[in-house]
C-alpha cells in the first residue's frame, strides 16, 4: 500500500511545471542578426544537507548530487522568425543522471508586438517564473518555492510539443497586457518512476495539455495575473501481476502579483490545483483532491555583488484536510544570500526551516511513510554557477 500510494504521489506531482529558460539574450524577441547563432551555457554543482528527513537525495547524510549543465542556441531570420533550442542534463538525487535531452525546441515568428506563434517542444507559460526556472543566474534562490515549483516534477512538465499564441499589447494609460495561449501534448520518460515488486508502471500517456497565462502591467515594474494549466495523465500499471490503470484529468489555477523597482522585487502567488483520481486498481478508491498552493517572497541588492533573499511558502495537499497528519502539509521559510563573484560566476547559499513532510517521498527514506518523518526539520543548500 505504501508504494501504491508513491505511485500516486509521482503521479500527482507531474502537475506543477517549472520550465527551462535560455538566458535573457538567447530570448530576445527584438535581434534581427539574421546569419548569427547565438550561443549560451551554464553549468551549476550544487552541494545540499538536512537535519532529518531525505529530501531530493539521501540528503541527510550530505549530498552533491545537484549538478546541471545546459548548452542553448538560437538564430534570427530577419526580424520576424527565430529558430532556438536548448540541451540539457541534470543529476538530481536519483533523478537525470546526466542524460541528456532536449529541454525546448521552437520555430517562433512574431507577426507584430500583439500577435506571434510558436510551434515545436515549448515552454509552458504558467506562474510568474517557469519560463526562467532553470536558469539560476535570473534569481537569488537556489530552490524557488517548491510548493509552486518543485524541481522534482522539472522533467515531466518542463515543456509541451504543440503551439502558441502571444503577444504584448500596449493599453496606453492602463498599461501593458502581455497573453500566451497554448495546446498540445506532453511526454512522460519512465525512466525515473516509481516500481517494486508489487507496483510497476509499465505505460504514460497525455492525451492533452492547454491553458494560458494572462498578465497586466499598470504601472512600471507591477505585474499581476492568472495562469491556468489543464491536462490527463493515464497510467498503465501492473500490480501483483494483475493489471490496473490510472487516469488523472488536472486543472491548475494560479493568482500571481510582482512588484519590481531597483534591486527590491517583491512576489506572491497563490493557487489550487484539481485533481481527479479514476482508479481501477481496487486497494486505490477513486478520488477528488484540491490542493492549495501559496508563498510571498521579497529580494534586494544591497551591493552591486550581493543580493539577499527571502520567502515563506505553504501547501495544504487537500483543502479539506488541512489538520492533522504531518505528510498532509509543509510550510517552508527560506533565506539566501547571492554572491556575484565575477560577471560570469556566482555562488549562492540558503537555509530553509520546515514544518509538515508533505511531498516527501518514502523511497528516499528507507521506505518510512512521510506521515511517520519528522514533522521539524531544516535543510541547507550551497550551489555556484559558471555561465555566458
Not at 88 to 96: K, N, Q, S, T, W
Not at 103 to 112: G, I, K, N, P, V
Not at 122 to 133: E, I, Q, R, T
Not at 374 to 386: C, Q, R, S
Amino acid at each position: 500500500m505504501a508504494m501504491t500510494r508513491a505511485v500516486i504521489a509521482w503521479s500527482l506531482l507531474l502537475w506543477p511545471a517549472g520550465l527551462a529558460a535560455a538566458p535573457a539574450a538567447a530570448e530576445d524577441p527584438e535581434a534581427d542578426d539574421e546569419g548569427e547563432v547565438d550561443l549560451h551555457a551554464f553549468v551549476s554543482q550544487g552541494f545540499m544537507v538536512s537535519t532529518a528527513n531525505n529530501y531530493l537525495a539521501k540528503s541527510d547524510r550530505g549530498s552533491f548530487e545537484l549538478t546541471e549543465v545546459a548548452l542553448n542556441a538560437s538564430r534570427h531570420f530577419g526580424s520576424r522568425l527565430r529558430v532556438a533550442l536548448q540541451l540539457f542534463a541534470r543529476e538530481l538525487g536519483p533523478l537525470g543522471n546526466y542524460r541528456p535531452r532536449f529541454d525546448w525546441f521552437l520555430l517562433d515568428y512574431r507577426h507584430t508586438d500583439w500577435l506571434g506563434l510558436r510551434a515545436g517542444h515549448l515552454k509552458v507559460p504558467f506562474g510568474l517564473y517557469n519560463d526562467s526556472s532553470d536558469y539560476d543566474p535570473a534569481r537569488v534562490q537556489i530552490l524557488l518555492p517548491q510548493s509552486v515549483y518543485p524541481t522534482t516534477s522539472r522533467d515531466y512538465l518542463l515543456a509541451m510539443t504543440g503551439v502558441e499564441v502571444y503577444g504584448h499589447v500596449p493599453l496606453g494609460a492602463l498599461g501593458v497586457f502581455d497573453y500566451g495561449l497554448y495546446g498540445g501534448t506532453t511526454g512522460v520518460d519512465l525512466t525515473d518512476s516509481a516500481s517494486s515488486s508489487t507496483m510497476t508502471i509499465t505505460s504514460a500517456d497525455v492525451p492533452y495539455t492547454a491553458g494560458g497565462r494572462l498578465l497586466w502591467e499598470p504601472i512600471e515594474g507591477l505585474r499581476v495575473g492568472g495562469s491556468l494549466f489543464a491536462t490527463k495523465i493515464d497510467l498503465q500499471t501492473t500490480t501483483a501481476g494483475m493489471p490496473g490503470s490510472f487516469h488523472l484529468p488536472a486543472e491548475l489555477w494560479m493568482a500571481s502579483a510582482e512588484y519590481v523597482r531597483g534591486g527590491l522585487k517583491l512576489a506572491s502567488e497563490y493557487g489550487r490545483w484539481y485533481v481527479d483520481l479514476e482508479s481501477n486498481v481496487p486497494a486505490v478508491p477513486s478520488s477528488h483532491t484540491v490542493s492549495e498552493r501559496f508563498y510571498a517572497s521579497g529580494s534586494c541588492e544591497p551591493l552591486a555583488w550581493l543580493s539577499t533573499g527571502l520567502y515563506y511558502a505553504g501547501e495544504f495537499r487537500d483543502v479539506e484536510h488541512r489538520t492533522g497528519a504531518r505528510d498532509r502539509y509543509r510550510h517552508d521559510v527560506a533565506a539566501s544570500v547571492r554572491l556575484d563573484l565575477h560577471p560570469h560566476w556566482l555562488l549562492k547559499l540558503e537555509a530553509h526551516y520546515l514544518i509538515g513532510t508533505a511531498d516527501l517521498t518514502p523511497a528516499l527514506n528507507d521506505n518510512h511513510p512521510p506521515a511517520q518523518l519528522e514533522k521539524h526539520w531544516g535543510f541547507f543548500l550551497v550551489k555556484t554557477t559558471a555561465y555566458f
